[in-house]
């Protein structure tokens, strides 16, 4: 099971959305980091073959994504999914089974199983638009399984859910990788931190960085400092670094900060961890 990207690049006039990026993927957890902007829903969209690259290849074990071979062992939830209001839970996976051609017999079967494997086994005669965001992100986990695809790709599905929808989502996302190529695409750190067996890095339509945990955040090794100091002290040493955390401590502050060098005689090296190597690349990008 492999998903090869070979120089895949996609132009929208003058601005390149994804610059010549190359990428095998097999079995497993892919967390694909970024601010928005960064590129990340355009490769995915590729990669489910509703966008074409503008140049460049992407194959399923040598199948174009193009192709419906592909599509049937794809599994996609976007950012926006479309469902009926009026429709209860299992009407809704129902109506997506048919427009899959599954028979009756099986679409029911499976509908039930997965609504279960959701925990919305309770839900499946309300209405979807009585059901909180997490509840409708969890049926979209579901819909996109219902061909038991063998790679998901899920984009932003966590935006917008509480602490303990987004824990249960995580876990459900770690268990679906166990024999199947997932990515997930997030700007929420801890979500891939969590869960991915490999991090992607992408800034600007280009890849920067691939590996495990410990490897993306090698580099940033000896660049983390933490220190309590005097108010005039952090406001200088806010001008000149990226912060990470501020805190007021009585008359002092405390400052966790990205720098090459020992920022001050108070500053102690502090372990890094993923969310200083995104705030290190993406603090200047605006979020829009």
Known sequence: MEITLNQVTKNYGNKMACDRISLILHQGVYGLLGANGAGKTTLMRMMCGVLSPTSGTINYNGIDVNSEDYRNVLGYLPQEFGYYPDFSALDFMLY?????????????????????????EKEVKK??????????????????????????????????????????????????????????????????????????V????????????????????????????????????????????????????????ICEEKPCDLASAAQAVLEDLYLYYFSEVSEH
């Open 96 to 120: 997506i089974a048919a427009l899959k051609g599954m028979p009756k017999d099986l679409a029911l079967r499976k509908s039930r199983e997965l609504l279960e494997l959701v925990s919305l």
């Open 127 to 200: 209405k979807i638009k009585t059901f909180s965001g997490g509840m409708k992100q969890r049926l979209g986990i579901a819909q996109s399984l219902l061909s038991d695809p063998k790679i998901l790709i899920l984009d932003e599905p966590t935006a917008g859910l509480d602490p303990k929808e987004r824990v249960r989502f995580r876990n459900l996302i770690s268990r679906l990788g166990a024999d199947r190529i997932v990515l997930l695409s997030t700007h929420i750190v801890s979500d891939v931190e969590h869960i991915a067996d490999t991090i992607l």
């Open 202 to 257: 992408m800034k600007d339509g280009l890849l920067l960085h691939q590996g495990t945990l410990e490897e993306i955040i090698g580099p940033m090794k000896g660049m983390v400092w933490e220190c309590t100091v005097p108010q005039t002290t952090a406001n200088d040493l806010c001008e000149k670094h990226t912060i990470i955390n501020f805190r007021q401590e009585s008359d002092n502050v405390f400052l966790r900060l």
